[in-house]
């Protein structure tokens, strides 16, 4: 699975970021994540080995992208130009990144984008009933081949069955994860059912794809380990791929 986060850093933009990971893991190191930084790995997709071929090949997987970051992030506007641009050359490659900023998207967009690279593939986050109804509406009338939605950290209850039956077609997957860390937020089961049930009701495809430090089923909560946190998703057996 390889990584590609040509810049690090953010700013908080909405409940979900309140106990951003990057936030704790720079903390640790007495870093200020909310200053945004060029990484050494920007032009990753383009390096070569000895042998003159890429270091990453198509056999790797899909290029996670961006994930220290936003990719559509202000301060990231001139550094986005080089971003795209080595997407366009590595056609070959699968990239996909998650944003809180679907109203930023054209901000330096490449001329050549058109209905969009068939290569990229972009998820909005929504964390709540609120950010959900501030950036679908965005989100899902902007020119993207590959689109998807993902509640995480999923704070509440979060309703999308008018987005589900007006843009349902063009939907890949919703996905719904709690949150990582000792103080982390509690995800319910209930939330995630209650998404996955929206979902079968107008066909489109569903993932639970973990559950968070803080997970609630039944009334009883439960502290899950990081590392069984996916395996323990799987076991609620509410994925559905139409």
């Not at 200053?35 to 198509?58: E, M």
């Not at 899902?140 to 209850?157: A, D, Q, V």
């Not at 009334?219 to 380990?225: D, F, Q, T």
Request: proline letters at 6%; charged letters at 25%; a neutral charge.
């Amino acid at each position: 699975m390889p990584m590609w986060n040509p810049w690090h850093g953010c700013t908080k933009v909405s409940p979900g970021c309140a106990k951003c990971y990057v936030y704790r893991r720079d903390a640790e190191f007495g870093k200020d994540a909310s200053v945004v930084t060029k990484t050494s790995s920007f032009g990753l997709p383009l390096k070569k080995n000895r042998q003159k071929q890429y270091k990453l090949q198509p056999e790797d997987g899909i290029v996670y992208t961006c994930f220290t970051s936003d990719f559509f992030h202000p301060a990231a506007d001139e550094w986005r130009v080089e971003a795209w641009e080595m997407m366009r050359i590595r056609s070959d490659l699968e990239f996909f990144f998650i944003t809180k900023r679907p109203e930023r998207f054209y901000e330096s967009l490449p001329a050549d984008w058109g209905s969009g690279y068939e290569n990229v593939t972009v998820c909005c986050t929504c964390e709540n009933q609120y950010m959900a109804d501030r950036r679908l509406p965005v989100f899902l009338e902007l020119p993207i081949r590959h689109k998807r939605i993902i509640h995480e950290p999923m704070l509440g209850p979060v309703n999308i069955e008018k987005y589900l039956e007006k843009y349902g077609p063009q939907i890949e997957c919703v996905s719904c994860g709690g949150e990582s860390g000792d103080d982390a937020r509690i995800l319910d089961y209930a939330w995630v059912l209650e998404t996955h049930i929206q979902c079968v009701k107008y066909g489109v495809p569903f993932s639970f794809h973990q559950t968070g430090n803080h997970f609630r089923k039944g009334g009883r909560l439960y502290n899950i380990s990081r590392k069984d946190q996916e395996s323990q998703a799987k076991k609620a057996n509410l994925e559905y791929f139409p």
